[in-house]
């Protein structure tokens, strides 16, 4: 089964479910994550269904999943009535619930039958093809705070978080299979443990860090997309641990106050400002700068350019290493989000004008971040490994703040060149 993934790693996740669930098994075509984050996002998987489906066999099917294929978590009946441009294709087409229906794992706390029960895992995964070297975990579903710009909250419904002992059962039977990254991931990740997510005094995201800690051993812990709100002392000081990867991404949005309120954020532009400040300090045994990346919109609704300027001076100042960026969407495209009908629409050509603004900053943000590096040493966590055809070996990996390493950028000090291996090399 070929497969293509568009957005977030909460998509990552399912689509791992989903290409090593009984039902595909037997199946053949092309799996398709779907994305409604933007207009554009949606642009991109549909050309790509319309494309691929070009090349198809006959017995071949499209299978759809993800936020673009269902409503709450079911498939929607009304798919092709929402993307009526592949309406020509349903024949082609079948769309999928967001997992694979299965029976819940039971947690088992015997340790002679835990024992056993690992040891089958680890035969049974090391059979089955890992799609990424790094495990994506789901620790969190779902969002109750309704940000005005989001539709994808509209697919989610309510927040719901796993129980720790299910979450740390997982993450040992990949590590019992040897592999040595677990990238945690949820639609509103730092909101794990509550009982809703407008709850922003009562972070328990660092328990859940800290338990995980104590009771895996496994190597790297990365975390993905966080909220600011539900970053505390706590969870600052649990960052420090140098199995949790010095590269945290938040959800920042903008540095305006007065848009943060218009989004319905729970934070203001100082609070985010002093978080940003507050992460970049943090100081580990191991002595690697913290990497910070950052979402932002650009051009939400009443964004005046003194707004903008909130949001560009937090990169400017260094507080970001690196930042995904996009124009506000007011989704047009057959569905809709509240902002999208606010009566201070931002123009267009300014939108591209401010992203351009910060898009002549950001690559030299990035590039001295970098700089900073060279000549450091890091551990290396070896992703992908090739032979070209001069049998020269080309290989790709991440350190622990998220630069990208190459046979090209690093010089090796210990460690064998092999897929997921863990090696010791030198920023050039």
């Known amino acids: 089964m070929e497969y293509k993934i568009f957005g977030c790693k909460v998509n990552k996740y399912y689509t791992d479910e989903w290409l090593n669930s009984d039902y595909l098994s037997d199946k053949n075509g092309l799996f398709i994550a779907s994305c409604v984050v933007t207009d554009n996002a949606k642009r991109k998987w549909i050309k790509f269904v319309k494309d691929s489906a070009k090349n198809l066999w006959e017995n071949q099917k499209i299978f759809i999943s993800w936020c673009g294929a269902f409503k709450r978590w079911d498939a929607q009946d009304d798919f092709f009535e929402i993307y009526p441009d592949l309406e020509y294709l349903q024949w082609q087409i079948e769309i999928l619930d967001e997992k694979p229906q299965e029976l819940k794992k039971e947690i088992n706390n015997s340790q002679e039958e835990r024992t056993k029960k690992l040891s089958d895992i680890k035969n049974k995964l090391s059979k089955i093809p890992q799609i990424y070297t790094k495990k994506f975990l789901l620790v969190q579903w779902g969002c109750d705070s309704f ?42 990740l730092s909101a794990w443990g509550l009982e809703h997510t407008n709850d922003i005094w009562n972070s328990r995201f660092a328990e859940l860090l800290e338990y995980i800690l104590e009771k895996t051993d496994i190597p790297r812990l990365r975390i993905s997309s966080m909220w600011p709100e539900f970053i505390d002392d706590r969870c600052l000081e649990v960052f420090k ?7 945290f991404h938040y959800s920042v949005q903008s540095g305006s106050s007065k848009i943060l309120k218009s989004m319905h954020r729970h934070y203001d532009g100082d609070y985010m400002r002093k978080l940003l400040e507050n992460t970049k300090n943090i100081k580990r045994e191991d002595w690697v700068e913290v990497s910070i990346w950052a979402d932002l919109i650009v051009g939400f609704p009443w964004e005046t350019q003194e707004d903008f300027m909130d949001t560009y001076n937090l990169v400017k100042d260094g507080l970001i290493t690196k930042i995904h960026a996009f124009p506000f969407s007011a989704h047009n495209m057959w569905e809709s989000v509240p902002a999208g009908k606010f009566p201070t629409q931002v123009d267009e050509k300014v939108k591209k004008e401010r992203m351009w603004e910060l898009s002549s900053i950001w690559d030299q943000i990035r590039e001295d971040f970098i700089d900073r590096n060279i000549g450091k040493t890091f551990e290396v966590l070896i992703e992908v490994v090739k032979i070209d055809d001069k049998w020269n070996t080309k290989w790709k990996g991440w350190t622990q703040n998220y630069i990208e390493a190459d046979e090209k950028t690093f010089e090796i000090t210990s460690g064998k060149i092999q897929r997921n291996q863990i ?3 030198i920023l050039k």
């Open 241 to 247: 641990n140098t199995r949790i990867y010095p590269h």
């Open 147 to 188: 940000c005005t710009f989001c539709l994808t909250v509209q697919k989610r419904w309510k927040h719901y978080f796993r129980d720790k002992d299910d979450i740390v059962e997982e993450i040992l039977e990949f590590e019992a299979a040897g592999w040595k990254e677990v990238v945690l991931t949820g639609v509103n």
């Open 423 to 425: 090696v010791t090399w």
